[in-house]
Each structure stands twice: as structure tokens, then as C-alpha cells.
T-cell receptor, first 113, second 112 residues
Framework: DAGVTQSPTHLIKTRGQQVTLRCSPK?????VSWYQQALGQGPQFIFQ???????QRGNFPDRFSGHQFPNYSSELNVNALLLGDSALYLC????????????FGEGSRLTVL | DAKTTQPTSMDCAEGRAANLPCNHS???????VYWYRQIHSQGPQYIIH???NNETNEMASLIITEDRKSSTLILPHATLRDTAVYYC?????????????FGGGTRVLVKP
């Protein structure tokens, strides 16, 4: 049973560019959330997707957007990259939209130069 | 969600019990206590959660004080693979969805 998978694992971008990160949830899960983890800090909630709609959002600007597909996979898009966007981006899935037993992927490490 | 306070770091000996404290003095009646851990270079891993009663699973035990203002995560027989950052999180019920507010956590080093 595959867990949460994320791609790419590492990537480097320059300021002003755009990036798309991808996530496949654990088999049977229908809800996906995205978190940003800066070096040395705990993860910060970006947003949650359920039934292909954004259901909750954390304190992140509109440059951060997402999408969920009919197969429950998800993308995180970040536009106009800033140096401060350098972080580990974690995807988490759960069985239900209100479930807090989350299963996390290993993340995509983004470096912005 | 209520704020939590945890020690920044702690060491424990392999094979001994590890007791990780967490203070959540402003917790409200409908908030649960969750514990996650993050091993280096991996995503966080769910450990256990509870509301009022003590809970136990195959990974750990969670002891919540009667006034619910603090809790302790117990790893009964720590192994080197338990070296990780442990996060204590307080979160509302189902209305909060998947939003977990992680703090700085406790960096636990299990030593041989």
C-alpha cells in the first residue's frame, strides 16, 4: 500500500519564477493538505483540499494556490517566488476532511536563489 | 487553537522510557491533544491523540492531567530510531479540519 508520494523531491528555482509541486495521497484517502516547513521550524498549514475545492486556508498570500484532481491527487503552485519561499513543502492526506490523523509525504525541498 | 509549550530538547537512554512533557494551560473543552514526530529528512508521523482519558497504542502512551492543562507522551522503551523532533499539538474538533498548528517541538536524542 503506497503512502503519500510527492514530486519532485528537490528543486532549485530563481526569484520571480513559478513552481508546481505534486502529491498523490495514500490509497483510499480523499483529503489533501499542504504544509510549508522552513529550516529549523515546525510545519505551517497552507491549505486543504477536499472534493476538488479549497476548504481551509492558512495565513499564506494568494501567490500560493492549489488544485485537487478527480483522482484526489493535488498540486501546489507558487508564483513570483521569493527567497523566503525556500522550504520543505509537505503534503498530507487523510480519510476524511475533518480527520487530524494525517499521513505525510517526505516532502519537496524547494530552494529559491 | 490553544498554544503548547514543550522543552526544546531532551536526551534519553536507549531501552529506557522517554517521558515528553507538554503544557497546554489554555486548552478548551473541545480541543484534543495530538502528538506527531518527525524523524530527520522525513515527513511528520502521527503518534497518538486524546481528549480526556489516557490513551495507549503500539507506539506510545498519552497521559493527560485531570485539569487537561498538561500531558505527557511516554515512549516505553526508547530505541535509537526514536530520535526525532516530537510535536505536541492542541486542535479543535472536526470543524478544524486538517489544520494542525505545529510549534517548535522537542528534539529528542536517544543515546546508546
Amino acid at each position: 500500500d503506497a503512502g503519500v508520494t510527492q514530486s519532485p523531491t528537490h528543486l532549485i528555482k530563481t526569484r520571480g519564477q513559478q513552481v508546481t509541486l505534486r502529491c498523490s495521497p495514500k490509497s483510499g484517502h480523499d483529503t489533501v493538505s499542504w504544509y510549508q516547513q522552513a529550516l529549523g521550524q515546525g510545519p505551517q498549514f497552507i491549505f486543504q483540499y477536499y472534493e476538488e475545492e479549497e476548504r481551509q486556508r492558512g495565513n499564506f498570500p494568494d501567490r500560493f494556490s492549489g488544485h485537487q484532481f478527480p483522482n484526489y491527487s493535488s498540486e501546489l503552485n507558487v508564483n513570483a517566488l521569493l527567497l523566503g519561499d525556500s522550504a520543505l513543502y509537505l503534503c498530507a492526506s487523510s480519510l476524511r476532511v475533518a480527520d487530524r490523523e494525517l499521513f505525510f509525504g517526505e516532502g519537496s525541498r524547494l530552494t529559491v536563489l | 487553537d490553544a498554544k503548547t509549550t514543550q522543552p526544546t530538547s531532551m536526551d534519553c537512554a536507549e531501552g529506557r522510557a522517554a517521558n515528553l512533557p507538554c503544557n497546554h494551560s489554555t486548552i478548551s473543552g473541545n480541543e484534543y491533544v495530538y502528538w506527531y514526530r518527525q524523524i530527520h529528512s522525513q515527513g511528520p508521523q502521527y503518534i497518538i491523540h486524546g481528549l480526556k482519558n489516557n490513551e495507549t497504542n503500539e507506539m506510545a502512551s498519552l497521559i493527560i492531567t485531570e485539569d487537561r492543562k498538561s500531558s505527557t507522551l511516554i515512549l516505553p522503551h526508547a530505541t535509537l530510531r526514536d530520535t526525532a523532533v516530537y510535536y505536541c499539538i492542541v486542535s479543535r474538533g472536526r470543524a478544524a479540519g486538517n489544520k494542525l498548528t505545529f510549534g517548535g517541538g522537542t528534539r529528542v536524542l536517544v543515546k546508546p
